[in-house]
């Protein structure tokens, strides 16, 4: 589908009036001279710190009035970004969010458990208000107390569970370990907010036996709810009619043609609170160039492979964390579970990766071929470490994987 320029232009100026950040981010530019994509490409980034220096409200585009709500993205690193949304954009969320469920093959009969979590977080409210909006039965569990959710998730009959990746994970070795499998009437998963791996995806689906859709969104550009995978699973279709998507090199800023792997960079085409021109998610991803086998008129990006922030560098090589979730994807009778830690040994850099067995006797084996996998695809040597399954900490929202310890 071609873009029209148009469309793009006046969510530009839009921005360019109300304001005062990209104000003064465009000072300087003339606007309405910006007349193509060629000229829109020119337009500088705006990125989180930018936002983060705008605190409190420094983006907010409308008057007080027109506020009906915020939301503020995680503080973990500085102050947090706060994002005010006005009534529209509030109903427009609720509606790219019932998108999605219908696109996961969800409908008004569903019961849909959501377990992330509520308040400043755009998560679990995004969930809700999709839900109610489709006419689904809303069971809003928030994270937490694992006891009580799996006596919702039998009781209620629960058919769709809406999950980080990680506590979807937890809950299901839960249902395994206390053997209630068969009392579990989920059919799907919507699993969002961190990237996963095939392994943990097909660990997942077999326990629960159900289809899990990835959801994509940032709490900056509305919340999650932008992006979903089709029952084709071949990419997450984007509501073009609400974002302008651009892939960039992230090193250089230029627009890589479709299809090429880079940071993914949004423009809000709607957005009255908090527009965002041009915003750096640090996701790296593709437009995925051919229309979906399943007929939707919406584009496709592929999964979320990283963060342009979590490349890990070592001994002079560079990698991802995704290359090692598919590296042990092929290696069997490993867990979905890993962790990476790098440590400096009289002067070394040293890469320890710890690993679980399904089978702890199959130990020595597991080991071998994860150093060698490892030698081979990615080029480094290492050191590996398995465990018995269940012995890597399980987390109710993300995991965290890389622990580096370097001062050498
Ligand atoms: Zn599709």
Known sequence: MTVDFNIIKKALNYAAKNSGFYRKLFQGIDIGKIDNLKDFESLPFSDKHDL????????????DDKVVRIHASSGTTGKSVIIPYTKKDVEDWSLMFARCYKMAGINATDRVQITPGYGLWTAGIGFQAGCERLGAMAIPTGPGNTDRQLEMMVDLKSTVLCA??????LLAEEVNRRGIKD??????GIIGSERWGDLMRSRIASILNIELFDIYGLTEIYGPGIAIDCPCHKGMHYWNDYFYFEIIDPDTGKVLPKGEYGELVITTL?????????????DLTRIIPDPCPCGSIFPTIDRIIGRTDDMIKIKGVSFYPSQIESLLSEIKGISSEYQI??????GKEVLTLKVEATDICARDQIVSSVCNAFKTNIGIKIDCECFELGSLPRSEKKSKRVYDYRQC
Do not use: D, F, N, W
């Open 183 to 188: 009392r579990i009437h989920l059919k799907r």
């Open 341 to 346: 830690i790098i440590s400096c040994q009289e």
């Open 52 to 63: 983060r220096a705008a605190y409190p409200l420094g983006i907010q585009a409308v008057p």
């Open 270 to 282: 709607k957005k009255e609170g908090a527009p965002l021109i041009r915003y750096r998610t640090h």
């Open 164 to 169: 980080t990746s990680s506590y979807a994970l």
